[in-house]
């Protein structure tokens, strides 16, 4: 993706702080050298990141929970 076009997508992407002072963000990936099919070209990568997010997901889902 042109830098240009990534940079739209930054409007999009929010970050803000839980009632109890928990930063969350909302993040944008790019796969190195992906192109269209680089989930089938890259499966480790792409499952590491799907990964990562869930495990912050996991991480914070307590302290969400008590802030609402």
């Known amino acids: 993706m042109d830098p240009n076009t ?3 997508w930054d409007q999009y992407l929010k970050e803000g ?8 963000s909302q993040r944008f990936w790019q796969c190195p050298e992906g192109r269209h099919f680089f989930h089938y070209d890259y499966p ?7 990964i990562a997010y869930w495990e912050d997901v996991f991480e914070y889902a307590p ?5 609402a």
């Open 44 to 50: 480790q990568v792409v499952a590491d990141e799907i």
């Open 6 to 8: 990534q940079a739209g």
């Open 17 to 24: 702080k839980t009632p109890n002072g928990v930063v969350v």
């Open 63 to 67: 302290l969400l929970a008590r802030a």
